[in-house]
Protein backbone atom coordinates (compact mmCIF):
# COMPACT_ATOMS: atom_id res chain seq x y z
CA UNK A 1 0.00 0.00 0.00
CA UNK A 2 0.95 3.37 0.06
CA UNK A 3 3.63 4.60 2.45
CA UNK A 4 4.58 8.00 3.53
CA UNK A 5 8.06 8.37 5.24
CA UNK A 6 9.20 10.54 7.25
CA UNK A 7 12.82 11.77 8.25
CA UNK A 8 14.28 11.73 10.84
CA UNK A 9 12.14 10.17 13.06
CA UNK A 10 13.65 11.78 16.64
CA UNK A 11 16.26 14.60 16.53
CA UNK A 12 17.64 16.75 19.15
CA UNK A 13 19.01 20.31 18.33
CA UNK A 14 20.35 23.33 20.29
CA UNK A 15 18.42 26.48 21.21
CA UNK A 16 19.02 28.63 18.42
CA UNK A 17 19.81 26.13 15.38
CA UNK A 18 17.36 25.16 12.65
CA UNK A 19 15.89 21.89 12.15
CA UNK A 20 14.38 20.32 8.93
CA UNK A 21 12.42 17.26 8.90
CA UNK A 22 11.44 15.44 5.36
CA UNK A 23 7.75 14.56 4.22
CA UNK A 24 7.96 12.16 1.44
CA UNK A 25 5.22 10.00 -0.57
CA UNK A 26 7.03 6.90 -1.85
CA UNK A 27 4.51 5.21 -4.72
CA UNK A 28 1.72 8.19 -5.11
CA UNK A 29 1.94 12.13 -5.76
CA UNK A 30 0.87 14.16 -3.16
CA UNK A 31 -0.55 17.63 -4.54
CA UNK A 32 -1.23 18.44 -0.76
CA UNK A 33 0.55 17.55 2.58
CA UNK A 34 -0.59 18.40 5.84
CA UNK A 35 1.98 19.24 9.01
CA UNK A 36 0.54 18.53 12.10
CA UNK A 37 2.42 19.27 15.91
CA UNK A 38 1.13 17.05 18.93
CA UNK A 39 2.14 18.51 22.70
CA UNK A 40 2.17 15.66 25.02
CA UNK A 41 -1.43 14.46 26.20
CA UNK A 42 -2.86 16.44 23.40
CA UNK A 43 -4.53 15.69 20.11
CA UNK A 44 -2.60 16.51 16.76
CA UNK A 45 -3.33 20.23 15.46
CA UNK A 46 -3.08 20.92 12.10
CA UNK A 47 -0.22 23.75 11.27
CA UNK A 48 -0.08 24.24 7.89
CA UNK A 49 -1.40 22.88 4.39
CA UNK A 50 1.66 22.11 1.88
CA UNK A 51 0.78 22.70 -2.06
CA UNK A 52 3.37 21.73 -4.27
CA UNK A 53 4.34 24.57 -6.09
CA UNK A 54 2.49 27.57 -4.10
CA UNK A 55 3.52 28.83 -0.35
CA UNK A 56 1.56 26.91 2.39
CA UNK A 57 -1.23 27.83 3.60
CA UNK A 58 -0.85 28.31 7.76
CA UNK A 59 -3.41 28.04 10.36
CA UNK A 60 -4.20 30.75 12.60
CA UNK A 61 -0.96 31.07 15.07
CA UNK A 62 1.33 29.47 13.53
CA UNK A 63 4.43 31.70 12.74
CA UNK A 64 5.28 31.70 8.91
CA UNK A 65 8.90 32.31 9.81
CA UNK A 66 9.57 30.26 12.25
CA UNK A 67 7.46 27.25 10.58
CA UNK A 68 9.09 27.00 6.67
CA UNK A 69 7.34 24.53 4.31
CA UNK A 70 8.65 23.68 1.19
CA UNK A 71 6.83 21.75 -1.26
CA UNK A 72 8.86 21.41 -4.28
CA UNK A 73 8.14 18.44 -5.62
CA UNK A 74 5.08 15.98 -6.05
CA UNK A 75 6.56 13.54 -3.28
CA UNK A 76 8.45 15.62 -0.95
CA UNK A 77 7.49 18.02 1.38
CA UNK A 78 9.52 19.94 4.39
CA UNK A 79 9.43 21.28 7.49
CA UNK A 80 12.06 23.43 8.70
CA UNK A 81 11.93 24.50 12.52
CA UNK A 82 14.39 28.18 12.36
CA UNK A 83 15.43 29.25 15.80
CA UNK A 84 14.63 26.31 17.99
CA UNK A 85 13.66 26.87 21.02
CA UNK A 86 12.86 24.47 23.63
CA UNK A 87 9.40 25.03 23.58
CA UNK A 88 8.91 23.48 19.86
CA UNK A 89 9.93 20.58 21.33
CA UNK A 90 6.96 18.42 20.22
CA UNK A 91 6.07 15.28 17.92
CA UNK A 92 5.40 16.41 14.45
CA UNK A 93 3.64 14.58 12.03
CA UNK A 94 3.12 14.76 8.29
CA UNK A 95 0.34 13.25 6.25
CA UNK A 96 0.02 13.20 2.23
CA UNK A 97 -3.38 13.83 0.12
CA UNK A 98 -3.21 10.74 -2.90
CA UNK A 99 -5.60 12.04 -5.18
CA UNK A 100 -5.36 9.55 -7.29
CA UNK A 101 -7.38 7.18 -5.32
CA UNK A 102 -10.94 7.06 -5.56
CA UNK A 103 -11.51 8.23 -2.13
CA UNK A 104 -8.82 10.57 -1.83
CA UNK A 105 -7.13 8.77 1.27
CA UNK A 106 -4.77 10.43 3.71
CA UNK A 107 -1.82 8.29 4.76
CA UNK A 108 0.35 9.50 7.67
CA UNK A 109 4.23 9.30 8.21
CA UNK A 110 5.15 7.80 11.15
CA UNK A 111 6.34 11.35 12.83
CA UNK A 112 9.32 12.96 14.22
CA UNK A 113 9.96 13.94 17.96
CA UNK A 114 12.19 17.13 18.50
CA UNK A 115 13.67 17.92 21.32
CA UNK A 116 15.31 21.46 22.05
CA UNK A 117 17.81 21.51 23.89
CA UNK B 1 -15.38 24.84 12.38
CA UNK B 2 -15.81 21.20 12.40
CA UNK B 3 -15.07 19.78 16.02
CA UNK B 4 -14.12 16.40 17.15
CA UNK B 5 -15.16 15.18 20.75
CA UNK B 6 -13.83 11.96 21.77
CA UNK B 7 -15.13 10.58 25.18
CA UNK B 8 -13.90 9.32 27.72
CA UNK B 9 -10.62 10.84 28.21
CA UNK B 10 -9.44 7.88 29.75
CA UNK B 11 -10.67 4.55 30.04
CA UNK B 12 -9.07 1.69 32.28
CA UNK B 13 -10.45 -1.82 32.10
CA UNK B 14 -9.32 -5.73 33.11
CA UNK B 15 -8.52 -8.27 30.22
CA UNK B 16 -10.87 -9.72 28.53
CA UNK B 17 -13.95 -6.86 28.60
CA UNK B 18 -15.14 -5.60 25.41
CA UNK B 19 -14.24 -1.60 24.81
CA UNK B 20 -16.31 1.25 23.72
CA UNK B 21 -15.17 4.53 22.82
CA UNK B 22 -16.67 7.55 20.78
CA UNK B 23 -16.35 9.96 19.08
CA UNK B 24 -18.99 12.79 18.31
CA UNK B 25 -18.29 15.66 15.47
CA UNK B 26 -20.51 18.78 14.70
CA UNK B 27 -20.78 18.96 10.91
CA UNK B 28 -22.11 16.06 9.40
CA UNK B 29 -20.82 17.20 6.02
CA UNK B 30 -17.75 14.61 6.32
CA UNK B 31 -16.15 12.96 3.75
CA UNK B 32 -15.05 9.97 5.68
CA UNK B 33 -14.01 9.38 9.41
CA UNK B 34 -10.67 7.32 10.51
CA UNK B 35 -9.65 5.61 13.90
CA UNK B 36 -6.07 5.23 14.75
CA UNK B 37 -4.26 4.15 17.65
CA UNK B 38 -1.11 5.83 18.88
CA UNK B 39 1.50 4.39 21.48
CA UNK B 40 3.28 6.11 23.78
CA UNK B 41 6.72 7.90 21.52
CA UNK B 42 5.11 6.62 18.43
CA UNK B 43 3.25 7.93 15.17
CA UNK B 44 -0.50 6.87 14.25
CA UNK B 45 -1.32 3.34 12.81
CA UNK B 46 -4.87 3.57 11.16
CA UNK B 47 -7.14 1.07 12.50
CA UNK B 48 -10.14 1.62 10.30
CA UNK B 49 -11.56 4.12 7.66
CA UNK B 50 -15.40 4.60 7.49
CA UNK B 51 -16.65 6.36 4.33
CA UNK B 52 -19.51 9.02 4.59
CA UNK B 53 -21.70 6.27 2.53
CA UNK B 54 -20.90 3.11 5.28
CA UNK B 55 -22.21 2.42 8.08
CA UNK B 56 -19.54 0.61 10.15
CA UNK B 57 -16.27 -1.21 8.96
CA UNK B 58 -14.61 -4.09 10.94
CA UNK B 59 -11.62 -5.36 11.31
CA UNK B 60 -10.73 -8.11 13.57
CA UNK B 61 -11.73 -7.29 17.30
CA UNK B 62 -12.41 -4.06 15.85
CA UNK B 63 -15.69 -2.80 14.90
CA UNK B 64 -16.39 1.21 13.89
CA UNK B 65 -19.94 2.27 13.32
CA UNK B 66 -20.75 5.72 11.90
CA UNK B 67 -23.70 7.45 12.11
CA UNK B 68 -23.49 10.75 10.00
CA UNK B 69 -26.80 12.05 10.59
CA UNK B 70 -26.20 12.57 14.37
CA UNK B 71 -22.89 13.20 14.39
CA UNK B 72 -21.60 10.44 16.21
CA UNK B 73 -19.07 7.33 15.34
CA UNK B 74 -18.22 4.69 17.83
CA UNK B 75 -14.76 2.09 18.13
CA UNK B 76 -15.25 -1.43 20.04
CA UNK B 77 -12.71 -3.47 20.55
CA UNK B 78 -14.08 -7.07 21.42
CA UNK B 79 -12.15 -9.55 24.25
CA UNK B 80 -9.69 -6.61 24.78
CA UNK B 81 -6.01 -7.15 25.46
CA UNK B 82 -3.48 -5.80 27.61
CA UNK B 83 -1.34 -4.59 23.76
CA UNK B 84 -4.79 -3.00 23.26
CA UNK B 85 -3.62 0.18 25.78
CA UNK B 86 -2.79 3.16 23.78
CA UNK B 87 -4.47 6.38 22.95
CA UNK B 88 -6.72 5.90 20.15
CA UNK B 89 -8.02 9.10 18.09
CA UNK B 90 -10.70 9.65 15.97
CA UNK B 91 -10.53 11.97 12.89
CA UNK B 92 -13.10 13.30 10.71
CA UNK B 93 -12.42 14.50 7.13
CA UNK B 94 -14.85 17.08 6.07
CA UNK B 95 -15.76 17.22 2.63
CA UNK B 96 -14.56 21.01 1.91
CA UNK B 97 -11.42 20.40 3.83
CA UNK B 98 -9.43 18.85 0.99
CA UNK B 99 -7.55 16.66 3.37
CA UNK B 100 -7.56 18.63 6.15
CA UNK B 101 -8.15 15.75 9.42
CA UNK B 102 -9.82 17.43 12.57
CA UNK B 103 -8.44 15.24 15.42
CA UNK B 104 -10.36 14.85 18.67
CA UNK B 105 -8.51 14.52 21.81
CA UNK B 106 -8.08 11.19 22.37
CA UNK B 107 -9.03 8.35 24.68
CA UNK B 108 -6.60 6.47 26.82
CA UNK B 109 -6.80 3.20 27.29
CA UNK B 110 -5.05 1.03 29.41
CA UNK B 111 -5.98 -2.72 29.54
CA UNK B 112 -4.68 -4.85 32.49
CA UNK B 113 -3.98 -7.96 33.12
Known amino acids: GAVVSQHPSRVICKSGTSVKIECRSLDFQATTMFWYRQFPKQSLMLMAT?????????EQGVEKDKFLINHASLTLSTLTVTSAHPEDSSFYICSARDASSSGNTIYFGEGSWLTVV | KQEVTQIPAALSVPEGENLVLNCSFTDSAIYNLQWFRQDPGKGLTSLLL?????REQTSGRLNASLDKSSGRSTLYIAASQPGDSATYLCAVLSSDSWGKLQFGAGTQVVVTP
Open chain 2, 50 to 54: IQSSQ
Open chain 1, 50 to 58: SNEGSKATY
